[in-house]
């Protein structure tokens, strides 16, 4: 037999769920099949199937895949509301509380998706941190693509539309430092005021 966390496989079935009138449950799925009896080692933990796809062989990523897909389906509704509810309120915090991160928006929403449904505070900052920080890396290294060719530029109108597309998202990393930097700036003013109300 072997087990895995659901909610870290479908973020957005969380750890819990909850029902209207409080009460909190876990769910549970069980998969079986013949497949898998005959794949199973000796001692009954595990099963003697490649992680990853190798020829004409079944992967247990593979099988993985197919049961995510199917679990998202039949649950598609409860996931659709608890996604649209995360996504609001995610929002909500990043006009009202990080700016910085208000570019993630537009340019990574389906990153956004994808985080669990529980984060607040600064472990939702920190997500959102490690979000922007790829966002960064990701342009860093577009730009070199665009800006210095490995090949000689055959077509000017896909360059031109893939320039573009660079400089709108590196104008948007602009923005989410400038954002940040008054960020800091609010927070280093606000903790000196403290500091300085402690010896009054």
């Not at 529980?118 to 070199?144: C, P, T, V």
Request: charged content about 35%; overall charge positive.
């Amino acid at each position: 037999m072997k087990s895995e966390n659901l909610f870290i496989l479908i973020p957005d079935l969380g750890k819990y769920i909850k029902e209207k009138n409080g009460n909190s449950f876990v769910y549970n799925v069980y998969i079986t099949s013949r497949f898998l009896d005959a794949k199973v080692n000796s001692e009954r933990t595990n099963f003697n199937i490649p992680n990853k796809q190798k020829k004409d062989e079944i992967s247990y990523k593979q099988i993985r895949n197919e049961i995510i897909q199917i679990l998202e389906n039949l649950l598609s509704d409860f996931l659709r509301k608890n996604r649209e509810k995360k996504v609001d309120k995610y929002k909500k915090h990043i006009f009202d509380n990080s700016p910085q991160f208000r570019e993630l928006l537009k340019y990574k929403s389906e990153s956004i998706d994808k985080m669990p449904p529980e984060l607040s505070g600064n472990k939702l900052d920190i997500e959102l941190f490690k979000i922007q920080n790829n966002f960064e890396i990701e342009i860093k290294e577009r730009g070199e693509e665009i800006l210095n060719p490995k090949k000689d530029i055959t077509n000017l109108k896909d360059y031109k539309k893939n320039y573009n597309n660079y400089i709108e998202k590196f104008n948007a990393i602009g923005k989410a430092s400038l954002a940040k930097y008054i960020v800091h700036r609010k927070a280093v003013i606000e903790l000196l005021d403290k500091f300085l109300n402690a010896f009054r």
